[in-house]
């Protein structure tokens, strides 16, 4: 049985607010065309089994891989689908690997926001009996798990706004990003309020795209690519969906995801040993919370982690140089797109938003309401 | 569970509804716009291994081969061969219209004339003694102006006689 996975190669599309001339089907093409290519392989003859990630209610259709077959040679192959975030995607392609049922997987992820009305699907993964009808949407949510933090730890609006700033203005460097602006923490503040303390700007936007990648045994991606990036991590952890059951302000199951991860990795002090941190931050303070929950920080520090500056992109440990899911990634595509940029930046392929030398990358996911559940990817070269 | 039923038993009602606006993409696109303003059903072929599509695809499902160059589409029907069908009896919620439907109806697969592609749509004839596989049909069109860009641009096929 083979013992490591290697990424051979990664690809996505620009992400934009809409893209009314593709069908669902053809953002899938489009990924797949790139990273076939990118990794140098027939995608008839090469590619053994298909993990994609996308999801029903998004999608407006029961079983959303149906058309998945059909773009991906995937006729008289495996395939198979998982519907959370495009992380667990990867990580169940790594599983098929590591099992050693088949050497070369594709992985994608696809999702157009722009079809249908966010609000009502986050409504509809509420628990149906007692709590959707209080109308709960995530961002709604959101602001409940924000205050709690800002409450127990005295972190600040003001400290949710350099997440903002910082993830906009690093967008400018990276082509694929759909929203990035020059701002200041005044202009965040300023902007339109949901639902205090959680503005317009600290929301991820609508935003429609896919992402994919090529998962090889260690003896395939060696022979494609002189540069894989190799999974040496990966934890995963579910917290409860019900909000009264959890700490709000704190992550419990994003540190026992990280712990694992590191622990597999060999990772003991993560801030000194990661290069770079590519998280899943649907809203501004899910970056504060999440680099606590990576143990980059100490509990109740992420405020003080973003004033310091280390996690700018010249700062060091940079966090989310791509831009981060604010700069607008859809969902599913979300944990995938992390994951992505994590393997570009450690094979140096990273443009402007290149991290010098990074050697060691963290790639997060998370799903669920408040960040229910995460993936945590440990990867290298 | 035994039934209890001294107790009242309680349920939770609610409709769930849901608005989308879904991309047709490039050849569905183009497919709907030829069949909304020229009545026109098109498929396409690989290049590779000559597998027809109808609606039209971009690339073969199983050999992957680009066969999306439009000048390469071939009009095919409007008459075709029946090669299968149902007719349904019972009526059931349409969930597109949230009415009941109307029956008896009737959908066939129609090997259409031109090239070996299958559409399915409905078919006109509804009494099973007079629906046999094998028997010709042809597509009705709407008139231009009910046209929308849709599968019902197609009315239904009708039964012919050749
Ligand atoms: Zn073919």
Redesign the interface.
Known sequence: MPDRVGIVAAAMTKFEAAKPWQHLAELVLEVTDKVVEAAGISLQKDVESIVSCSQDHWDGRTISSMPIPDVTCGHLKDESKVADDGAYAVLYGAMHILSGDHKLVLVVSHCAESHTDGTIIENWSIDHIFTRMLGLDYTLAAAMQARRYMDKYGITPEQFAKVVVKNKGNAKKNPYAQDSATLSVIDVLKSQMLADPITVMDRKPVSDGACAMILATEEIAKKLTDKPVWIKGAGNCYDPHFLGDRELADCDALETASKKAYKMAGIKNPVKEIDVVELSEYYSYQELLWTEGLGLCKRGEGGKFIDSGKTQLNGDIPVNPSGGLLSGIPITVAGMSRVAEAVWQLQGRSGERQIPGAKLAVAHGCGGICGQMHCVLVLGN | MKAKPQLELIY?D?T?K?????????P??EFFRELKANEKIYANQCPTCGRNYCPP???C????SRCNEKDKWVAVGPKGTLLTFFICEQSFLIPTTGEMLEVPFSVGLVMLDGAPVVLQHCLQETDVEKIKPGMRVEAVFKPKEERKGNIFDIIHFKTIKE
């Open positions: 939770l609610m769930l849901m608005p989308f606006k879904w991309n047709t993409g490039e569905l696109g695809a971009n690339i499902t199983r050999d992957h």
